[in-house]
């Protein structure tokens, strides 16, 4: 079974500043997808950047950007030029590519928070 | 185009009573999911449609939980008699049947059993 760690409960970062937010994740399979949800308060979960393990190539969505490490099942989070609207629970998950197994394990997420 | 809507937004109900939450997908989303967060913890699955059918239960904690999606369109999920440790947020997801497909999440239904 698939594990996915998140081991910063919350985070801080001054506006305009960047943060990174860490996640770790345990598998045996060697093709899957990974994402970064962000959960605004009281608002449903949207998809901020999603990052297939077969591309080496480190996924980029405008401020956001993940550092994907394969082999040490690393899967990071960089927002830059924080913004207000950034504040929200970020969560990781873990999706396997093989079809009919479609079911999103997720971290138990980093509540962020932007100073002004 | 409407998202994923999710009834009610919250509930308080006490322990021993039924409550039925309702799942409403994003228009031609034949995946439909429900998952849960207890307080602090992780989301956890809990178990996905493929249109009218389970496709995996896996994740229901016990057979107080019934979920149904007559029609291959809105889903529901009833907890019969509540408990204590139901309480939490229940999460909704609904996507296209093909591969490299985004989920689409509802705002949740926020359970709390007193």
């Known amino acids: 079974a698939q594990t996915v760690t998140q081991s910063q409960p919350e985070m801080s970062v001054q506006e305009a500043e960047t943060v990174t937010l860490s996640c770790t994740y345990d598998?045996?399979?060697?093709?899957?997808?990974l994402f970064w949800y962000k959960q605004p308060p009281s608002r449903q979960m949207i998809l901020v950047i999603r990052q297939e393990a077969y591309k080496q190539q480190n996924a980029t969505e405008n401020r956001f950007s993940v550092n994907f490490q394969k082999a040490a099942k690393s899967f990071s989070l960089k927002i830059s030029d924080s913004q207000l609207g950034d504040a929200a629970m970020y969560f990781c998950a873990y999706r396997s590519r093989n079809f009919g197994n479609e079911k999103l394990t997720f971290g138990t997420g980093t509540r962020l928070t932007i100073i002004p | 185009e409407a998202g994923v809507t999710q009834f009610p937004s919250h509930s308080v109900i006490e322990k021993g009573q039924t409550v039925t939450l309702r799942c409403d997908p994003i228009?031609?989303?034949?995946?439909l999911y429900w998952y849960r967060r207890v307080m602090g913890k992780e989301i956890k699955f809990l178990l996905h449609?493929?249109?009218?059918?389970?496709?995996?239960e896996s994740g229901m904690p016990n057979n107080r939980f019934l979920a149904e999606r007559t029609g291959g369109t809105y889903s529901t999920l009833k907890v019969q008699p509540a408990e204590l440790e139901d309480s939490g947020v229940y999460f909704c997801?609904?996507?296209?049947?093909?591969?490299?497909?985004?989920?689409?999440f509802g705002q949740g239904t926020r359970l709390t059993v007193v």
């Open positions: 228009s031609g989303h034949d995946n």
């Open positions: 449609f493929v249109k009218e059918s389970k496709q995996d």
């Open positions: 598998t045996s399979e060697s093709d899957y997808y």
């Open positions: 997801a609904s996507s296209q049947r093909k591969m490299n497909t985004e989920a689409f």
